[in-house]
Every structure is written in structure tokens, then in C-alpha cells.
């Protein structure tokens, strides 16, 4: 049965041979596809960035001697170390990206062990810190033996900013982990 010819296809071809086109190999769109979602991943480590850094506002510029009244009023508690430790996280971004750039396998993997101790490491330590807070307060509901901040339960609160960062550095290895593979695979060819 012949097909019908149209305005899109060659001339002298009905269009079935595609078999015989060259295609790209799995490991270039395999990095690809795996480049554009790390720096979708790169894009929303930014925007947690932001977010603790209206959190840490508060003591950056008290350190500064800056006092704004409306900043004061809202009586944000004071920060604790992994929040800045995990601030310096997003310096690692700018090392995904060049690997991302240059396809460099040492740069990446220099990005994956950053994310894992900086990310990780400072997202694990709130986790645990805030667990006697978060476990009391779900499973009596009583808010009087944990820390409160605008009548609502403080260790809660870092528990949706901590699952936001995990699933952020989590996609954020895997997929750079599938670069490593897909870059491994063409350096072996």
C-alpha cells in the first residue's frame, strides 16, 4: 500500500525509510536530557537559598548594627550553624554548572561530594535536632514543651523547608550521577 505523498515529505520517498538515518547515541541524549534537569535542580537550590536567607536576614543585619522595626517585630529566632553551613551549599552550584558547561567528570564529581556534605550533611543535622520537637508535637499535639515561632510549632516548619532541600538534593545527585554515567560511557568509546 503506498502512502500518500505530502507537501513535508521528500520527493521519490513515501517516508519509511527511517530506519536507515543515522541516530543520536543514548549517551548524548542520556547527558542532554540530564544537563537541563540538573540546572532545573540548580534553579530551585537557589530559590531554598532565598528562602533561608529571609530567615537569616534577621541576624545578618543585627551582626551589621542595621536595624529595621518591621524585620525586629517579627522576633525570628536566632540561627543555628547548619543553616549557614548549608547556605554555603549554593557555592557549589556554580561547580555543577561549569561541569554541566565543559563536561568535566572531576568538576561533578567535586559538585556530588559537596551537595552530599554541605546539603546533606547540614539537612541530616536539622533533621535530628528537630525530631524530639516535630515527634511531640504529632503525636500529643500539645505546643507547651516545644519552641514556637508565630504560634506555630517551630521543628514543623523546618521539617517542610528540610523535605523541600532533600527532594531538591536528591534529584540534584541523580541526575548528576547520570551525567558521570553517560560522560564515563563516551570516554570509554
Same mark, same amino acid.
Given at each position: ?16 525509510? *527511517? ?12 547527558? $542532554?536530557m540530564n ?12 530559590i531554598? *537559598? ?9 541576624d ?9 522595626? #518591621?524585620? #525586629? ?5 536566632q540561627p543555628?550553624? !547548619? ?14 554548572l ?21 546539603g ?11 525530631f524530639?520537637?516535630?515527634? #511531640?508535637?504529632?503525636?500529643?499535639? #500539645? ?5 514556637? !515561632? ?7 516548619? !523546618? ?5 523541600? $532541600? ?5 534529584f540534584?545527585?541523580?541526575f548528576?550521577y547520570?551525567?558521570?554515567? $553517560?560522560?564515563?560511557?563516551?570516554? $570509554?568509546?
Open positions: 500500500m503506498a502512502s500518500r505523498v505530502t507537501m513535508q515529505q521528500a520527493l521519490g520517498t513515501d517516508g519509511s525509510d *527511517f530506519q536507515h538515518r543515522q541516530r543520536v547515541a543514548p549517551h548524548y541524549q542520556n547527558s $542532554a544537563k537541563s534537569r540538573l540546572k532545573y535542580c540548580i534553579f530551585f537550590h537557589y531554598l *537559598f532565598f528562602v533561608m536567607l529571609a530567615k537569616l536576614s534577621a545578618i543585619l543585627d551582626r551589621l548594627n542595621i536595624f529595621i522595626l #518591621e524585620i #525586629e517585630e517579627l522576633q525570628v529566632p543555628l550553624w !547548619w543553616e549557614y553551613i548549608w547556605c554555603t551549599s549554593l557555592i557549589l552550584s556554580f561547580l555543577g561549569s561541569a554541566v558547561r565543559k563536561n568535566r567528570i572531576k568538576t561533578l564529581q567535586q559538585y556530588m561530594i559537596g551537595i552530599t556534605v554541605l546533606f550533611g547540614s539537612i541530616l543535622y536539622a533533621f535530628i535536632y528537630y524530639k520537637d516535630v515527634y #511531640e508535637y504529632l503525636s500529643t499535639g #500539645e505546643t507547651e514543651n516545644i519552641h514556637m !515561632w508565630q504560634d506555630l510549632p517551630y521543628g514543623v516548619l !523546618w521539617y517542610g523547608f528540610i523535605l523541600a $532541600a532533600s527532594q531538591v538534593h536528591g540534584t545527585l541523580y548528576s547520570n551525567l558521570w554515567s $553517560a560522560w564515563q560511557t563516551k570516554r $570509554a568509546n
